[in-house]
């Protein structure tokens, strides 16, 4: 289990996390959103023991992890923006690799080569940007790390290798209980992938719980008829004679209580991660404005 507890960082007059409390349950697929500036690449390198917090401690199975060499090789991560010394060939990096992180497989690392193919002397500075985040990959998943941390991991993959790496890392969580963290801003890909969510905002920790609970506490709600008035709503809009309501409650809940009224017609149905992640931060504050140029 990987913990933040009361984590406060501060880079001159900016608070970037402010009391910032997490979990992550050991085999979980968890992942942390949250809008842009939210805090969560702050909190990343917290995790990974790159920053000391100003207070609070990040933990791993109760162990300190910043500054303690044998916890951060149980660690593996890919941060946004990879870096691979500039004439480094990825089998430079694998020898570099290896004198890092002890569980090292060089008999997985070879038959990555079949998933990703790429030139194995070749400089990595002169790959795309998406060749450089498959060897990234190739050379992360082959240190068997207890905890993989990525950070929009998929970004600059096309959407056959997104679909690739993602089964690499299930197939990893089933057979090793690997804990895995995915920060990303593609909520769609992370309904897929995740059990647990956190959702970040001003460097606070909002909501975190498992994605079944999220999804089962608040609905959508499509009705014609009047509002009833025992419900507790998040957000209401209005297209002609329909009306769409997001709902606190269950999905047995907010039925019971709309048949009660007798409406000319309603409909109850679950919330994407995305809709979750727009009215948990405010609702209509976060909205699309339309604004005429």
Same mark, same amino acid.
């Given at each position: 289990?990987?913990?933040?507890?009361?984590?406060?960082?501060?880079?001159?007059?900016?608070?970037?996390?402010?009391?910032?409390?997490?979990?992550?349950?050991?085999?979980?697929?968890?992942?942390?959103?949250?809008?842009?500036?939210?805090?969560?690449?702050?909190?990343?390198?917290?995790?990974? !023991?790159?920053?000391?917090?100003?207070?609070?401690?990040?933990?791993?199975?109760?162990?300190?992890?910043?500054?303690?060499?044998?916890?951060?090789?149980?660690?593996?991560?890919?941060?946004?923006?990879?870096?691979?010394?500039?004439?480094?060939?990825?089998?430079?990096?694998?020898?570099?690799?290896? !004198? %890092?992180?002890?569980?090292?497989?060089?008999?997985?690392?070879?038959?990555?080569?079949?998933?990703?193919?790429?030139?194995?002397?070749?400089?990595?500075?002169?790959?795309?940007?998406?060749?450089?985040?498959?060897?990234?990959?190739?050379?992360?998943?082959?240190?068997?790390?207890?905890?993989?941390?990525?950070?929009?991991?998929?970004? !600059?993959?096309?959407?056959?290798?997104?679909?690739?790496?993602?089964?690499? %890392?299930?197939?990893?969580?089933?057979?090793?209980?690997?804990?895995?963290?995915?920060?990303?801003?593609?909520?769609?890909?992370?309904?897929?992938?995740?059990?647990?969510?956190? %959702?970040?905002?001003?460097?606070?920790?909002?909501?975190?719980?498992?994605?079944?609970?999220?999804?089962?506490?608040?609905?959508?709600?499509?009705?014609?008829?009047?509002?009833?008035?025992?419900?507790?709503?998040?957000?209401?809009?209005?297209?002609?004679?329909?009306?769409?309501?997001?709902?606190?409650?269950?999905?047995?809940?907010?039925?019971?209580?709309?048949?009660?009224?007798?409406?000319?017609?309603?409909?109850?149905?679950?919330?994407?991660?995305?809709?979750?992640?727009?009215?948990?931060? !405010?609702?209509?504050?976060?909205?699309?404005?339309?604004?005429?140029?």
């Amino acid at each position: 289990m990987l913990e933040l507890k009361n984590i406060t960082k501060t880079f001159g007059d900016f608070k970037a996390l402010d009391n910032l409390s997490m979990t992550v349950p050991k085999g979980a697929v968890y992942g942390l959103v949250g809008p842009n500036g939210a805090g969560k690449s702050t909190a990343i390198r917290h995790m990974l !023991g790159i920053y000391r917090p100003d207070s609070g401690s990040v933990t791993l199975e109760g162990m300190e992890v910043y500054e303690n060499p044998v916890v951060k090789a149980r660690m593996g991560s890919i941060p946004d923006e990879v870096f691979f010394y500039p004439s480094a060939t990825l089998e430079e990096m694998r020898r570099f690799y290896r !004198g %890092i992180y002890p569980k090292f497989d060089d008999a997985l690392f070879e038959r990555l080569y079949e998933v990703f193919q790429l030139p194995r002397k070749g400089q990595i500075r002169r790959f795309s940007k998406g060749m450089q985040k498959q060897a990234a990959f190739h050379l992360t998943l082959c240190t068997r790390p207890d905890i993989l941390i990525l950070d929009e991991p998929v970004d !600059g993959l096309d959407p056959v290798m997104r679909r690739q790496v993602m089964s690499l %890392i299930l197939s990893d969580v089933a057979q090793r209980e690997t804990t895995v963290l995915i920060s990303s801003h593609n909520l769609r890909e992370l309904e897929d992938v995740c059990d647990h969510v956190g %959702i970040m905002d001003r460097g606070k920790m909002l909501l975190e719980r498992s994605l079944a609970d999220m999804q089962g506490s608040t609905v959508k709600l499509q009705l014609v008829g009047e509002t009833p008035e025992n419900l507790n709503i998040l957000h209401e809009s209005v297209s002609g004679r329909l009306r769409t309501l997001v709902v606190r409650g269950t999905a047995q809940e907010v039925t019971e209580r709309v048949a009660a009224t007798k409406p000319a017609y309603f409909d109850v149905l679950p919330l994407s991660l995305e809709e979750i992640f727009i009215y948990e931060l !405010g609702g209509v504050d976060y909205e699309v404005k339309n604004i005429i140029l």
